[in-house]
């Protein structure tokens, strides 16, 4: 059998497509409103109702809850922030580590509730290890690491080339970091079982009705409006779709491929028994998961950005794409060379214009937003939604301040992307460059970051 390719992902293809919701039926009130039914929209859900059981809470979406990049990513539960350094020059080094604190307390967050709801996403909570294959890609790693730990983030690790093998077997690693914060999720579990547990809190769910205008205390659809004080905005990378927005997230297209279940000599070889979600340093940078029926599932960026910030049609996918991510399967893991790609989807992440999350509740309209997590919104999401739980309460008088209203995401406001074809010929840009500093990284032997990598950095203010 060939590769499935789209599809929306291959976390689907063991369940399939989810039996849809009922529509919303017409006009109604409601006290929240939550448009998108990904992990920003479900995460909200839950903690507001638990907090408040009598708030009647709507959530409306486009296609069936996890059809976004909450049903489609790389299954990388771990506490990397968008935009932490940003917000230490902007607000101080204490902001910043508050942020990061609780991040890390986040992804035990997840893991506590997913038991506690029964929601068995095949968590296994083992560690990030990020691996370095050139010598350029370690003196990164190792500054990366040095710069973590005079952060606060003590407990990450630096392993040599042999103690980083001992995990996994990664072909050409010359060393690698370690850190406990992070699981391996099943996606697409995780995501329908929140919209599960969110309905049996009393949550109302309609499914297949797609949003075509938030206005202060309204949500505008074909089938009807809902109002409600609060209008909150959880469509990250969809976000450009909605008027008003074109230019105020960037949706970043991100590929993966997961290959057929691999035989025991083969896992054998690469090890891998610890379940560390794994990447590595490359500017384009890889991410994988060794997947609870033993595939090995691995993304990298693809054809990063669509012109017009379109959005891909159900995860379909460039067959070049599907073969770069193929041969760089086959470089990390030479053993796997014969087993098959089953199946290889594509999904959208937001992107701000200066790459920070931000939380934002206008108290004047009612309307808020949560998003923009740049490819690290599997735990940030959770952090997210309880910190625009406490900003509806506070704003409706319900709740006090909290120290999760207090980080320095909150409010944050950034402005727009340029408009086109500035925007397609910067990201398409900027991508090139990496891929091509990347190429010659990986066949140099400079420890020096290449000088148009470097560039692009700059642009791009990493
Ligand atoms: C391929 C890929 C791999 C990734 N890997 C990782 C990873 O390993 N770790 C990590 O931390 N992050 C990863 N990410 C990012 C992460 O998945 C996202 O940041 C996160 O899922 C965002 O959740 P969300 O609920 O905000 O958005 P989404 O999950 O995208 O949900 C938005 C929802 O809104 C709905 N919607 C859109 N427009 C409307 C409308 N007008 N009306 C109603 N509903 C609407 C959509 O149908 C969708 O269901 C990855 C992303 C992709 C695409």
Request: glycine share 14%.
């Amino acid at each position: 059998m060939g590769t499935v390719n789209g599809g929306i992902s291959f976390w689907y293809a063991g369940s399939g497509i989810p039996a849809p919701r009922e529509p919303l039926p017409g006009d109604t009130d409601a006290d929240v409103v939550i448009v998108g039914g990904g992990y920003t929209g479900l995460w909200t859900a839950y903690y507001l109702k638990q907090a408040a059981p009598f708030l009647r809470i709507t959530v409306l979406e486009a296609r069936f809850c996890g059809y976004g990049a909450s049903g489609r990513n790389g299954g990388w539960l771990y506490n990397g922030i968008a935009g932490r350094d940003r917000y230490a020059a902007l607000h101080g080094h204490r902001a910043a580590q508050a942020l990061q604190r609780a991040m890390n307390d986040t992804v035990g967050e997840v893991v506590r509730v997913a038991a506690r709801e029964g929601v068995d996403a095949d968590i296994q909570q083992g560690g990030v290890l990020e691996v370095a294959r050139s010598p350029a890609q370690l003196a990164r790693l190792k500054a990366y690491h040095e710069s973590e730990v005079s952060f606060g983030e003590t407990d990450r690790i630096l392993l040599g080339a042999a103690e980083s093998a001992r995990r996994v077997r990664v072909a050409g690693t010359v060393g690698g970091t370690w850190t406990p914060h992070g699981a391996r999720v099943h996606p697409a579990k995780l995501v329908q079982g929140l919209a599960a547990a969110v309905e049996r809190l009393g949550v109302t769910v309609h499914e297949g009705t797609a949003v075509t205008a938030i206005r202060a205390q309204h949500a505008v659809t074909p089938y009807g409006t809902v109002r409600a004080p609060y209008v909150l905005r959880c469509t990250e990378g969809f976000t450009a779709g909605l008027s008003g927005q074109r230019r105020t997230w960037l949706p970043m297209n991100s590929s993966m491929i997961a290959t057929e279940p691999l035989p025991e000599q083969v896992w054998a070889t690469i090890g891998w028994e610890g379940r560390e979600v794994l990447g590595d340093m490359a500017h384009a940078y890889v991410y994988a998961q060794r997947t609870a029926d033993g595939r090995i599932a691995l993304g990298g960026r693809g054809v990063p950005y669509r012109f017009g910030s379109r959005t891909d049609a159900d995860g379909g996918t460039s067959a070049a794409t599907v073969d770069a991510l193929r041969r760089m399967l086959v470089r990390m893991f030479p053993a796997a060379a014969g087993v098959a790609v089953d199946h290889a989807w594509s999904g959208v992440l937001g992107v701000p214009r200066d790459w920070c999350a931000s939380v934002h509740l206008d108290r004047t309209s009612g309307t808020g937003w949560a998003g923009g997590y740049v490819g690290s919104g599997v735990a940030t999401s959770n952090l997210a939604a309880r910190t625009l739980r406490d900003l509806v309460l506070l704003d409706s008088g319900q709740g006090q301040r909290t120290e999760l209203t207090a980080l320095p995401w909150v409010g944050h406001r950034v402005r727009r992307w340029e408009p086109e074809p500035v925007r397609w010929a910067a990201v398409r840009g900027i991508y090139a460059a990496y891929r091509g500093a990347d190429r010659r990284e990986s066949n140099g032997r400079s420890a020096a970051t290449d000088p148009v990598a470097r560039w692009a950095d700059r642009l791009t203010g990493h």
